[in-house]
């Protein structure tokens, strides 16, 4: 044995073991990872010498974990670079991070857990002592004629240094002496099978426990694409998600600028629940140099793209970096600006080479991704990829993008024209949609409320206006010719025309608050009347939409917009000319306006409008049996 020396630690070093030692809710296991990474760094050191000096390591590099239960040790060893005496006092000895004290302020205000704070200070090696009651690193650096040394501390005060004479391969031997009452977790070989699993799968050397190599998933994402079969994909996919099926679809780059960076992502079959129970169930495994940093990072992809399932590993971000220093740092946000742009033009290259392909996409993820409204920075993309079913598809399956409805438009057509409706057959029979039926116009059909805030968001597409059929500027739709003749009857004369403004206005004092106003239309055809917003702005679907989020349950005031030559409208008309009292024109106002307060799903009591319908048909089948006679 040689010389034999004490050295005490400094005071910030003291003061970090004093917080390790007696740290008792943080995650104990992280000190494993913490040292393997050390010891990856070694072997990637061994690796680069190698390479420098135009030769071979002379030893295989791995990382070895053995433990002795009755001892209550367990012991690391790796095949790397080791260290000389002063490699050692200054790599262990001293802390090359000035903020300790931050440290210790932090932890003692217990702002941030521990184990992301060992992160960011840089201080892995000591998180061994919450779990150790003595340690001994034995190492021998690989520089020619290099002398084994071995340091020793209770971590308390002071650490040994003991030069040593036997002859040891280069590396380093990491012994720890557990803890009484953590001995038997980190001595049980299951158990420390699992957190290097959990922490250190990817890392890029051989980890034994015992006699069992543990990382064997390669880090597929580091390996050039043209090496790699389906199958690497399919089982790294199920490795990383637990999906029994293989993945719809992979995505696997590597970038070099603006940062640098592996990414290998992986797009479901299945959508899940976005909004529900899995919502907290996305992210991307963010590592450095295949050392695991966060599982889900959230920050990488925004909300709507998480269906997106995979890892990102980058060289850029120092190893030792905490979740709350992650959120703030500018080469995160040049890491996700771009894997946004990847993940979005992989859409749009799926979508332009295979459109059944992309509609099998749409139907399993469809609904996550239309939250991308918000993200302006993407919109002409976002604007690309999004679809609707539309009133040419054949059912409510079919889908439809913007640039496809622009094909169809008919000439002079400057506007994409958009419904929101409970269902395909509900928008078949909606009166706002007569006209457009009438005149062969495209309509794209709205399902779900996110719909709607999707098309406020874009408002337009290609030059192209999103505008609300509901809105429909009825001057542009009548330069478009309809598909059938007419028969329309004969036009009103000018008496008519007087008779029917103050059959409006009757109906107006009849129906009294109900609505702001009571005006002839043009835009219906088979319908006698419908509802419009007064402000022509907000439609009905989005105001009511509103009045949920409000929990206003008031009926809103609408304009009743009639329809001069519809039959019904004209016997109204013949039966206000002989009596303007006639009470049937109040019966009929009334249940005309509850059917289309019905038909736009804000009649809450039905009871005054069946029990109109059946007086009404009591009385209408009464002549019809009478005229029959």
């Known amino acids: ?75 690391i060893t790796d095949t790397g670079i080791g260290m000389t005496r002063d490699e050692l006092m200054r790599n262990i000895g001293t802390i090359a991070h000035s903020g300790t004290a931050e440290l210790a302020r932090l932890a003692e205000e217990g702002k941030e857990s521990l184990d992301s704070l060992i992160g960011r200070f840089g201080v892995g090696f000591y998180s061994v ?33 003991q030069d040593l004479d036997e002859d040891r391969p280069h590396g380093t031997e990491i012994t720890v002496s557990l803890k009484e009452d953590l001995a038997a977790q980190f001595t049980n070989e299951a158990h420390l099978k699992h957190v290097v699993n959990k922490h250190s799968n990817f890392i890029n050397f051989p980890i034994f426990v015992g006699e069992e190599r543990v990382n064997t998933i390669q880090a597929l994402w580091r390996e050039p694409k043209f090496q790699i079969k389906p199958e690497q994909y399919a089982e790294f996919y199920k490795f990383l998600t637990f999906d029994s099926e293989d993945p719809f679809d992979t995505l696997h780059t590597s970038v070099d600028a603006p940062v640098q960076f592996n990414a290998l992502m992986f797009i479901p079959n299945e959508g899940g629940d976005p909004f529900g129970m899995g919502r ?15 599982k889900q990072n959230k920050d990488l992809l925004p909300e709507y793209l998480a269906f997106v399932k995979g890892v990102v590993d980058t060289e850029d971000l120092p190893l030792n970096i905490s979740r709350e220093t992650l959120q703030d740092n500018i080469l995160m946000r040049k890491i996700s600006s771009t894997l946004v742009k990847q993940v979005l033009n992989h859409l749009d290259k799926m979508a332009k080479d295979n459109a059944d392909r992309y509609a099998e996409f749409w139907h399993a993820h469809g609904e996550l991704f239309k939250a991308g409204y918000m993200d302006f920075l993407n919109k002409d993309k976002f604007g690309h990829l999004v679809r609707f079913n539309s009133s040419v598809s054949e059912d409510d399956k079919g889908l439809s993008s913007f640039a496809e409805y622009i094909t169809r438009a008919k000439e ?69 010719e309809s598909l059938v003749k007419e028969e329309k009857p004969e036009a009103l004369s000018d008496d008519q025309k007087s008779t029917l403004d103050k059959l409006l206005a009757r109906i107006k004092s009849v129906l009294g608050d109900g609505v702001t106003e009571v005006k002839a239309s043009s835009r219906l055809s088979d319908s006698p009347v419908c509802l419009a917003n007064p402000d022509g702005n907000v439609t009905s679907s989005m105001d009511k939409i509103m009045r949920v989020m409000s929990k206003d349950s008031s009926i809103p005031k609408k304009v009743l917009e009639i329809n001069p030559d519809h039959a019904l409208i004209r016997n109204m008309l013949t039966i206000f000319e002989k ?17 289309a307060l019905l038909l736009e799903g804000y009649l809450t009591d039905p009871h005054a409008l069946v029990g109109r319908v059946q007086d009404l048909l009591t009385k209408s089948s009464g002549w019809y049996v009478a005229s029959n006679k």
């Open 1 to 75: 044995m040689g010389r034999k020396t004490t050295h005490k630690f400094k005071a910030e070093v003291s003061q970090l073991l004093e917080i390790l030692v007696h740290s008792l809710y943080t995650n104990k296991e992280i000190f494993l990872r913490e040292l393997i990474s050390n010891a990856s760094d070694a072997l990637e050191k061994v690796r680069f010498k190698a390479q420098s000096d135009n030769g071979e390591a002379e030893l295989a590099p791995e990382i070895r974990i053995t433990t002795d239960a009755d001892a209550k040790t367990l012991t």
């Open 129 to 161: 002592y919450m779990v150790a009651d003595e340690v001994t690193v034995t190492t021998r650096s690989i520089e020619p004629d290099a002398k084994a040394i071995a340091w020793t501390s209770d971590g308390r005060t002071d650490y040994k240094l």
């Open 280 to 294: 907290e169930n996305r992210g991307l495994d963010l590592y450095v140099r295949r050392v695991l940093i966060e």
């Open 412 to 480: 002079g057509q400057k506007e994409i024209y958009y419904a929101y409706g409970p269902s395909r057959e509900a928008l078949g029979l909606s009166p706002h949609l007569e006209v457009f039926r009438k005149k062969g116009i495209e309509v794209l059909y709205l399902y779900e409320p996110i719909d709607e805030f999707v098309m406020d968001a874009l408002r337009d597409f290609d030059g192209y206006t999103l505008v609300s059929a509901e809105h429909a500027d009825v001057s542009k739709l009548d330069q478009f």
């Open 579 to 595: 009596d303007e009292n006639d009470p049937f024109i109040d019966q009929a106002a009334n249940q005309l306006f509850e059917s």
